[in-house]
């Protein structure tokens, strides 16, 4: 077991800083086997703090102390004391210097927090309490200082020295080395420092701000990557214009950069003017990159850049208050999405994600609000509660003020907290402001965890012309709230007349009636009625249009009026989500029964969908794509593993053998044409066309292995390529080794390339599976300590392939734990992301459930393990 056990922090203990940090300035001598840090702090007693004994007690983890000295005279070690997280110095004055040598092992670091190496540079990742392991420093988000830091190093081997802000001087050393000094003139919390050396090179661009300022742009790569900046630099440009037109907010330095690292721990980190990326999301070529990687850089870019305003300069109090920056960005990069590219289309995958992560994480012992109020390790808490239900939260409130009003809300945050550390409070406060309304209701969204299910009932009463809704809310406890208070959330909804058009909608006791659309309804209460009058026939109900709130919806209705609404609905959203639900429906019925038969009816819609030569490709990729194995098994009281994949096959099986020739004639009509472009029309061709690919290989039609064939050797996107890899792999035997194998020769230099071929085996639903995902960690280019090579066959098998890595045997689940545990010394961060595969274990099967909370507690057993994986695994053991 855990050597002691690792206390929680709660919300309602926060203290404001007993000292303020006004200055730092900080000198590395750089080398990855061991750099010296000087710093020196200037700090001050804290006018607002509540208490004080005449010490300060700064945070520090595995740092080497060579000297400290306070206003110039060094301590003598009863000065001061030193621990394993902590450096305290006794009797100081209310003003201060305070100067610090400590020597770290950048070389050394594995778990990539703090200075670290990747390949041949060195780089900085220092949220959420990394900075603690460069320098002895009150590591918190509300000490906001200006940092300079001074970059010694060889030059040769880093030509290029990084830091915040504007470089202010740089000369020669007599010994090889050089020196080069950075001032960020922005106070900013610690966890936006940053700093990176190498031997890399930088696309250069400029770009012109609103008022008319000029800011130098620059991705810098290593040299063999120069050939792979020009969508990142193009995303860079078209979201720093997006700000200024949709939120009014400039960039505010000289010179912005962008850092492609090879390890990396997430997805990018927003450092003041210095963001530094994980390179998946930097470096895109059309024959290297996806179409989902091509977007995956421009809203991450996009979400970095936008953190500038929503982070950096108005930053987070405390890291409860994560989703102040988090939710917000990440609502500011979905609306970016669907400005640039499609708004139908971006809102279905955004609410894909919600309901495939967060309702689950809702749904598990690790369920938190928002805001949580407590935590063991703040790294386990960058959920997709804190980013996606936090976006959804913030788009409420968007949607309740309506754009005009929400402009000025957000245009009144800014204005109130620039150069502050504030709450989620802090900002709903702003809303409301600026709104006149009362969201004290709402803020329950911040506090209450757990997915809110709807229950809405309807009826239509023909002597009285009324259509009426019985709308009920609930939501089942969750780990420390046993009872939910109802929310109060925004309702969107439409009635469609018999012609399939939306009906004016007016509420019974309303004097005139609204235009015809759709119309939101604000629900407080658990249970309440709305009776809609003046309707001359029963309507077909359109309901949570646009998933205008993060809910489970449930309402009677029948297949025929599922088919009316993927037809008819003028809501795209709907559209999509009623083909989901009738497919879900059927599948479902097929998981029961084997045997059960599907309409004539489904057909025909598909193949009416099919051959719709109006309709948004994008879009109808979307329709006519079967809901995800895991995404089903979430539908059933008890997850059947087998059963579930059994009827997706048959389902797709039989599409691609009764729609045979439709398909075959999509495939063709959407070949590709001309150069490769990443527009949302191109982009929707090639879905459209994978899609239909994909159930013709499923019903192992002859022709379209040959064309299978001819587009894994001809394609010259990387989309088309992996897509026909997938089809060419599942399906197995001499054609899939083949494609493997000569996928590798090609691309075994590229490593971004190379997870893909990683992760096409590991999520294939073919019986060796897992015997091929062991083989694979012994091969040459694997390696624990690179998280990307992790996630792309560690993680894909483990969250990706619901078939394998649930089977019934619990290999899967020994898999898991045994990586869990050889990765938790190197990694922490990484290997607690892992053990939350396993903590939904109370969704399966009595057999399952044993054999998983064997393998936690197997975890648990493991003396020494990370606060992190400790946190996760105890909590999937305990809560109810
Ligand atoms: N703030 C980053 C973002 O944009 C998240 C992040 C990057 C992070 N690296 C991290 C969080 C390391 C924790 C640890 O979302
Ligand atoms: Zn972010």
Request: proline share 5%.
């Amino acid at each position: 077991m855990y050597r002691e056990t690792p206390h929680p922090i709660f919300l309602h203990d926060y203290q404001p800083p007993e000292f303020l940090i006004d200055r730092v300035d900080l000198a590395f001598e750089l080398d990855p086997e061991q750099t010296m840090v000087t710093a020196r702090l200037e700090l001050r007693r804290n006018p607002a703090a509540t208490r004080g004994d005449g010490t300060v007690c700064l945070h520090g983890e595995q740092l080497e102390l060579e000297w400290i000295a306070l206003d110039g005279h060094p301590l003598n070690p009863v000065d001061y004391r030193v621990e394993r997280e902590s450096l305290t110095v006794q009797r100081v004055p209310d003003r201060f210097v305070l100067e610090t040598q400590v020597r770290i092992h950048p070389a050394h670091n594995t778990a990539l927090e703090g200075l670290y190496q990747s390949g041949d540079m060195l780089c900085t990742q220092c949220e959420a309490e990394g900075f603690r392991r460069i320098t002895y420093f009150l590591d918190r988000p509300d000490v906001m200082a200006r940092y300079s830091a001074t970059l010694i190093a060889d030059k040769t081997r880093f030509p290029v020295l990084l830091s915040n802000g504007n470089r202010v001087a740089s000369d020669d050393l007599d010994d090889g080395r050089h020196r080069v000094r950075w001032e960020d003139p922005f106070p900013k919390p610690s966890y936006l420092f940053a700093l990176v050396a190498g031997d890399l090179r930088a696309v250069e661009d400029s770009f012109t701000t609103a008022s008319g300022r000029e800011v130098a742009l620059q991705i810098f790569v290593e040299p063999h990557n120069l050939d792979k900046c020009d969508h990142a630099m193009r995303s860079l440009k078209k979201a720093m214009r997006w700000d200024e037109e949709r939120f009014g907010r400039e960039y505010d330095l000289d010179i912005f950069m962008i850092v492609a690292v090879s390890h990396f721990n997430m997805g990018a980190m927003e450092n003041k003017g210095l963001n530094i990326f994980n390179d998946k999301f930097v470096l895109a070529r059309p024959d290297t990159a996806t179409d989902v990687d091509f977007d995956g850089i421009e809203s991450v870019i996009a979400h970095e850049y936008f953190h500038n305003w929503t982070g950096n300069r108005i930053t987070c109090r405390d890291w409860f208050q994560l989703s102040l920056k988090e939710g917000f960005t990440v609502y500011r990069d979905q609306e970016f999405t669907a400005d640039v590219a499609s708004r139908g289309v971006k809102r279905i995958s955004d609410v894909r994600v919600l309901r495939s992560h967060q309702f689950t994480e809702d749904a598990s012992p690790m369920a938190h609000p928002v805001r949580p109020d407590s935590y063991i390790e703040i790294n386990n808490f960058y959920t997709a509660t804190v980013y996606q239900k936090g976006a959804e939260v913030v788009r409420m409130q968007a949607n309740l003020l309506g754009p005009e009003v929400f402009r000025r809300a957000t245009d009144l945050y800014f204005a109130r907290h620039d150069g502050q550390a504030v709450t989620t409070d802090d900002f709903v406060r702003c809303m409301e402001d600026a709104s006149g309304r009362d969201l004290s209701q709402f803020r329950r969204w911040y506090e209450q965890a757990g997915t809110p299910e709807l229950h809405i009932q309807t009826s239509y009463d023909e002597a009285t012309r009324t259509c009426s809704l019985i709308v009920r809310q609930h939501t089942e406890p969750t780990p420390g709230q046993p009872v939910k208070a109802p929310f109060h959330l925004p309702l969107a909804i439409g009635l469609l007349g018999p012609d399939g058009r939306d009906l004016p909608l007016r509420l019974a006791g309303a004097s005139s009636p609204d235009a015809p659309g759709t119309h939101v309804l604000e629900l407080r209460q658990a249970v309440e009625t709305f009776h809609f009058v003046d309707l001359p026939a029963r309507p077909v109900p359109s309901l949570l249009r646009g998933f205008s709130a993060p809910v489970k919806l449930s309402f009677d209705c029948t297949d025929d009026d599922l088919l009316f609404l993927m037809a008819h609905d003028s809501d795209g959203f709907n559209r999509w989500d009623a083909a989901q639900t009738l497919m879900q429906r059927l599948l479902l019925n097929l998981v029961e029964d084997a045997e059960a038969g599907i309409p004539e009816s489904f057909f025909d819609a598909f193949r009416r969908a099919l051959r719709d030569e109006a309709s948004d490709r994008a879009l109808l990729a979307e329709v006519l794509t079967l809901p995800a194995e895991s995404y089903l098994g979430e539908q059933m009281a008890v997850v059947d593993v087998d059963g579930i994949h059994r009827a997706r096959t048959t389902l797709t099986r039989l599409i691609g053998e009764r729609l045979r020739d439709d398909l075959l004639a999509v495939y063709r009509d959407n070949g590709e044409s001309g150069p490769y472009a990443f527009t949302p029309e191109a982009v929707g061709r090639r879905a459209l066309k994978n899609l239909a690919l994909g159930y013709l290989m499923q019903a192992e039609d002859a022709e379209a292995l040959a064309r299978c064939q001819a587009q894994f050797a001809g394609a010259h996107n990387m989309t088309d390529v992996m897509a026909a890899l997938r089809l060419l792999v599942d399906r197995g035997g001499l054609e899939s080794r083949q494609a493997l194998d000569e996928f590798y020769r090609r691309w075994s230099g590229e490593s971004l390339v190379l997870d893909k071929w990683f992760s096409v085996q590991a999520t294939s639903p073919r019986e060796e599976t897992l015997t091929q995902v062991i083989q694979l960690m012994r091969h040459p280019d694997f390696s624990l300590g690179h998280p990307n090579r992790v996630r792309s066959l560690v993680s894909a098998f483990c969250n990706l392939n619901q078939v394998r890595f649930h089977a019934a045997d619990g290999a899967g689940y020994r898999f898991l734990a045994d990586r869990v545990l050889e990765l938790d010394p190197l990694n922490p961060l990484i290997a607690s992301r892992l053990v939350k595969s396993l903590i939904r274990w109370r969704r399966f099967d009595p057999g399952r459930q044993a054999l998983m909370r064997a393998e936690i507690a197997r975890i648990l057993e493991r003396e020494d393990i990370s606060k992190d994986v400790f946190e996760v695994a105890s909590k999937a053991l305990d809560a109810g």
